[in-house]
C-alpha cells in the first residue's frame, strides 16, 4: 500500500512546527518515529495534506534528571529509555515495561512523544505515564502548555493534543525513598501488543503500605489507573491475603471488551493474575518481604 499524496516540512525550530501546524487548520501530522503513522498513511486512514518532521527540531531529544524528577525529551527513542542506565537507576519500572514495545526495529524509531500522543490503548507508555504522574508539556501558538497525564489519555488513539499542538517533553515526578515496583505483561508473542499489562508502585511506611499506584493496559478504551483499589491497599500490611483481595477487586473493577484476542472475561482473569504478581514484586523491592 501507498499513502496518498503528502506535502512534506521539516522545520529546525518549535516555532516553525506549530506555525506550520496553525497555518494546516488541522490538515497536518506530525511525523516522530513515524512507526505508527506510516502504517496508517500507508492504509490511507489518514490522508494529512503535510506531514511536519520534527526529527530536525533542536532539544527534543534530552533525557535528564533535576529536582523535579525526570525530563523525558518527546523524541526519546523507545529503545533509550529501555537501556538508559538514569532511566534504571531512577525508573527501573519504565525501562522494564520499555523492553516489551514491539521489536527492537521499531523501538529504535519509535519515541516517547509519539507514543502519547497516538494514544494506542495497549500501549506500555501512556500506562506508565499515568502510573507515574507523568506531566506531559507541550508547545502550540498559544505558547507552552501541560498537561497532566490523568487527563491525556481521552479514547483509542484520541489524546487532549490540540491539532497544532506538539509534545515537547514529558516529566516524571521522583519517587518516594523505599518505593518498589512492578511491572507484568501478558501478549500473544513477544513483540505483540499486550492481551492486558499491569505495573504498580508501592511505598512502605513502618511495615505498612503509605501510598500505592496500580495501572493497566489493554483493559479499556484508554490506559487506567486502579484508584479504588489503590485507596483500599494504603494503610494496610503487605500479605498474600492483601494481594488476593487487591487482585478481586481489580478483577471487578474492570470493564475490558472482547476482541479477537481475548474475550472480556477473560481480560479480567488476566487482570487479576497481573495484579496479584506486579503488587508482590512492587512490596518485595520495597523491602516487605515475599507477600
Ligand atoms: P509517529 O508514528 O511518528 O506518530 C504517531 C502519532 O503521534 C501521529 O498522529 C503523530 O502525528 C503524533 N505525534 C508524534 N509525535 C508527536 C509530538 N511530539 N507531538 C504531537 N504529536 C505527535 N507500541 C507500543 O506501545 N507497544 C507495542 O507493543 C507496539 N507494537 C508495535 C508493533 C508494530 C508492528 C508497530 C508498527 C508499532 C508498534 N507500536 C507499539 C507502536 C510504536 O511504539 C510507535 O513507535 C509509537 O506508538 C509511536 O511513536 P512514533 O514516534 O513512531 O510516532
Not at 522494564?96 to 521489536?103: E, G, L, R, S, Y
Not at 518516594?176 to 505483561?185: A, N, S
Not at 498474600?240 to 472482547?258: F, I, Q, W
Amino acid at each position: 500500500m501507498k499513502p496518498a499524496a503528502f506535502d512534506y516540512a521539516r522545520p529546525g525550530s518549535l516555532e516553525e512546527v506549530v506555525s506550520i501546524l496553525a497555518g494546516a487548520g488541522g490538515d497536518a501530522k506530525v511525523l516522530a518515529g513515524g512507526q505508527s503513522l506510516v502504517p496508517l498513511l500507508n492504509f490511507r486512514m489518514l490522508r494529512p495534506a503535510i506531514l511536519v518532521d520534527i526529527n530536525r527540531v533542536p532539544g527534543l531529544s534530552a533525557l535528564e534528571a533535576d529536582g523535579t524528577g525526570l525530563r523525558v525529551g518527546a523524541l526519546t527513542r523507545h529503545h533509550t529509555l529501555e537501556t538508559s542506565r538514569l532511566v534504571r537507576a531512577r525508573f527501573p519500572v519504565l525501562a522494564t515495561a520499555m523492553a516489551h514495545v514491539a521489536h527492537l526495529a521499531i523501538r529504535n524509531r519509535g519515541t516517547a512523544g509519539g507514543s502519547l500522543s497516538h494514544a494506542d490503548p495497549a500501549a506500555e507508555l501512556p500506562m506508565l505515564a499515568l502510573l507515574l504522574d507523568a506531566e506531559i508539556h507541550t508547545r502550540s501558538p498559544a505558547g507552552s502548555g501541560r498537561h497532566a497525564a490523568g487527563g491525556f489519555f481521552l479514547g483509542p488513539l484520541v489524546s487532549a493534543l490540540a491539532e497544532d499542538e506538539v509534545v515537547t517533553e514529558i516529566v516524571l515526578p521522583g519517587l518516594p525513598p523505599g518505593t518498589g515496583w512492578g511491572f507484568e505483561e501478558f501478549a500473544q508473542r513477544s513483540g505483540d501488543f499486550a492481551i492486558a499489562a499491569a505495573a504498580a508502585t508501592v511505598t512502605l511506611e513502618g511495615g505498612r503500605i503509605a501510598q500505592a499506584r496500580l495501572a493497566l493496559t489493554g483493559v479499556d478504551e484508554t490506559p487506567i489507573r486502579l484508584a479504588a483499589v489503590e485507596a483500599d491497599l494504603v494503610g494496610a500490611r503487605p500479605g498474600e491475603a492483601l494481594a488476593r483481595a487487591a487482585a478481586e477487586h481489580a478483577r471487578t473493577a474492570v470493564n475490558p471488551n472482547s476482541d479477537l484476542k481475548a474475550s472480556a472475561e477473560y481480560r479480567r482473569r488476566l487482570v487479576a493474575a497481573l495484579v496479584a504478581r506486579v503488587l508482590a514484586s512492587a512490596w518485595a523491592r520495597a523491602g516487605g518481604g515475599a507477600p
